[in-house]
């Protein structure tokens, strides 16, 4: 899996921070969604850069990943819980917390900063709300746009932005910024949404920059341990796999401190046990920094891109059980899609095709491949430069780029007859058919006759069929 793993401190309200996470990586995780407030980080803290520079360090230590949640009860009006909010007559009050909390995740290399819009006041009509909706996420935009802190907006069940197709249209109507992506709560999928949590993962696709998991039930707004509900789990990890989502991936159960180690232990277990794959290594601190760097200055990417190997490591991802890399790609290939998705929030479509295709084409096999592996994270934004350079891998004799060419990109975009012959290449080159992302899917008549073929002039010419090409065709183990 590409995502991390983690855990929200709102559901260890009991715990000081520190223990709270302590415990959280301990279980194995490598992110946590902090919320701030009055016990864990409060923004409002006299000595509030001291207590950021020791909980920064604190997760470099760790090796966690973070993002800044702010959904905090009573932090602003100690008898109001949530107020006042973005379209309650007060806005300046929220919007001046969450100014508050985008200098905070700067200094924490935070992923994101997550919020909600609020309930709309009964007095207040629907195209003032979405008025002051739009006015207030501008303001936070521009004061996070010098820091490069990305936003990603919550819908949240029974606020006036409660659905994702509201937090998509928001953002269109504001020119579509680069640093303004979506929160996505699967939980929140299940109570309320039309479709399910798979399919949401999959309609906001590259615009994920936080996701929140736990289970619900249709119509209930109750955050539920994983199995009380109706969620599919399994294929909600493997919705977010599926559209290469690379950030925080934390259990939102805000209702459960009182058994926080307990519950949290359960949880991790459960999302374990719901993944084909262990969760990705913690991010490297130089890679959190040039993504900084990248989205602060896109050009500097022509310049980090190469240097990529030299500081986070070469290597397979998992070296024990895919030494050559060819189906879970390498340490660099990773954190080099890391930057591109850093890029793709930067850059309209026209200029992240310009920039994917210039460091593919001036950049040595290592470098490709990471462009390739990084597709996934750009999806839509970059269609035909990405096929342009999915079909040029496909020519190549390098395995590991034949291999990297059929991710997850490959899948959902490349036509069939290239998307066959590129099956068919990785048979004849000895690239496992796990590799190819979708083959289960995408697997049809005209493939397997293709493969057919194969095995039989292979046969005829007293040569072993690969096991790959039984296994597709039913006559393997």
């Excluded at 020791?54 to 905090?72: F, M, N, Q, Y």
């Excluded at 007559?89 to 992923?111: G, K, P, T």
């Excluded at 005829?460 to 069929?465: F, K, P």
């Amino acid at each position: 899996m590409t995502f991390h793993l983690g855990y929200g401190t709102n559901g260890f309200a009991n715990h000081r921070l520190d223990d709270a996470l302590d415990i959280i990586a301990g279980l194995g995780c490598t992110s946590v969604a902090l919320t701030l407030d009055h016990h864990h980080l409060d923004p409002f803290a006299d000595d509030l850069p001291a207590r950021v520079a020791h909980v920064a360090a604190k997760l470099d230590r760790l090796g966690l990943r973070c993002v800044v949640e702010t959904g905090a009860r009573f932090l602003l009006d100690p008898l109001r819980k949530h107020h006042p909010t973005l379209v309650s007559e007060a806005q300046e009050v929220r919007v001046d917390f969450l100014l508050r909390a985008v200098r905070i995740a700067a200094e924490l290399n935070a992923d994101c900063v997550s919020f909600w819009s609020g309930i709309k006041p009964s007095d207040v009509p629907a195209d003032e709300a979405w008025r002051r909706m739009r006015s207030g996420v501008a303001a936070v935009l521009e004061g996070a746009e010098p820091l490069g802190v990305t936003l990603g907006l919550e819908p949240e069940p029974g606020m006036f932005v409660q659905h994702l197709t509201q937090a998509l249209r928001l953002r269109e109507e504001l020119g579509a910024p680069p640093l303004f992506g979506v929160t996505l709560d699967v939980g929140h999928c299940v109570a309320v949404e039309p479709d399910d949590a798979a399919t949401c993962v999959r309609r906001a696709g590259g615009l994920l920059v936080n996701v929140q998991l736990d289970d619900m039930l249709p119509g209930v707004h109750e955050h539920l341990e994983f199995g009380e509900g109706e969620l599919d789990l399994r294929g909600t990890l493997a919705a977010l796999a599926s559209v290469g989502y690379v950030g925080v991936a934390a259990v939102e159960l805000p209702r459960h401190s009182h058994a926080a180690p307990d519950v949290a232990r359960r949880a991790v277990e459960a999302l374990r046990a719901a993944m084909p794959d262990e969760p990705a290594r913690p991010r490297h601190p130089w890679l959190a920094d040039a993504q900084r760097a990248v989205r602060r200055d896109p050009a500097v990417v022509g310049r980090l891109f190469p240097a990529v190997g030299r500081r986070v490591g070469r290597g397979p991802a998992r070296p024990d059980d895919d030494p050559q890399g060819l189906v879970h790609g390498g340490v660099e290939d990773a954190a080099r899609a890391e930057l591109l998705g850093a890029l793709a929030t930067v850059l309209d479509d026209a200029a992240l095709s310009a920039e994917l295709l210039s460091l593919y084409r001036q950049g040595d096999d290592a470098e490709k491949r990471g462009v390739l592996r990084g597709l996934a994270l750009v999806g839509d934004r970059a269609v035909a430069a990405g096929l342009e350079i999915v079909r040029d891998a496909l020519r190549a004799n390098d395995t590991r780029l034949v291999a990297a060419a059929l991710g997850p990109f490959a899948a959902g975009h490349l036509d069939d007859h290239g998307w066959r012959h590129g099956v068919l290449k990785c048979l004849f080159t000895g690239v496992p058919l796990t590799a190819v992302a979708g083959l289960d899917r995408r697997t049809d008549d005209e493939l397997l006759r293709m493969v057919s073929d194969y095995a039989a002039e292979r046969t005829a010419a007293g040569r072993d069929v690969p096991a790959d090409a039984a296994r597709l065709l039913g006559r393997g183990e």
